[in-house]
């Protein structure tokens, strides 16, 4: 989901990070709900595990370059259902931020495409959660259509904004390879709503974590 480097040069940058002031200020609105509800603590915590698996995610996942971007396993939905969207919007942004600082230097001056192309869809994900997801019902008893609609929503939006950053880069000669990723990527979307639901099934094996600081409350309590 990287917007490889020379594909948006010069002025067209700025509106990357016009959108991720957006983006940021809606993770803002989602930390002080966060913090209102739990207090700081569970927040930090809750970040701090999104940030270390989505740097995980990007450096040990399989990945490969498609078209004008990549192809990562990012599992948004996943981090959503196990954290929420504040820690998860968090660790999506921490550690797609370490990964560049530490590994990946050249995709710094992207910075503000690549957050909008993940934080965006994880609030459509929230969004939608709130309305396919009746009042009540714990995550761990989610059913496999209800994973896979988030799951499409969350992949579904990392295609459109990897198109519109290519297509606002590059013009109309990019459509072709903003296809070939959007089809490749798409395979991701068989692939997240069976590790969403193991990954529910497991958490619901383990009473331990039942009022853990360490996942969101809405796991086990509707």
């Known amino acids: ?16 990070y016009a959108t991720a002031s957006g983006a940021a200020l809606y993770t803002a609105r989602a930390c002080v709900e966060a913090l209102r509800a739990g207090g700081p603590a569970p927040l930090a915590l809750r970040s701090t595990a999104a940030a270390g698996l989505v740097f995980a995610f990007f450096e040990l996942l399989p990945h490969y370059p498609v078209g004008v971007s990549e192809v990562h396993l990012i599992l948004g939905s996943t981090l959503f259902l196990l954290f929420g969207a504040a820690p998860a919007a968090l660790g999506l942004a ?3 931020l370490a990964q560049g ?18 934080l965006v869809p994880l609030f459509a994900v929230r969004a939608l959660a709130g309305r396919i997801i ?3 019902t714990p995550y761990v008893d989610l059913r496999y259509g209800q994973a896979l609609a988030l799951s499409t929503a969350y992949q579904g939006g990392v295609v ?5 950053w290519a297509l606002w880069g590059q013009g109309a000669g990019a459509l072709g390879p903003v296809v070939s990723f959007g089809g490749a990527y798409m395979l991701v979307v068989l692939i997240e709503p069976l590790v969403d639901l193991a990954v529910l ?7 331990g974590l039942r009022g853990s600081a360490l996942i969101t409350p809405r796991l086990f309590r509707g």
């Open 134 to 136: 009746a009042p009540g």
């Open 160 to 164: 459109a904004w990897v198109a519109l």
């Open 1 to 16: 989901m990287h917007i490889e480097p020379g594909i948006v040069t010069g002025a067209k940058l700025v509106l990357g």
């Open 201 to 207: 099934t497991g958490a619901k094996a383990l009473h």
């Open 94 to 96: 921490l550690g797609l």
């Open 101 to 118: 600082l530490l590994f990946a230097p050249t995709d710094l001056p992207q910075l503000g495409m690549n957050l909008t192309t993940l």
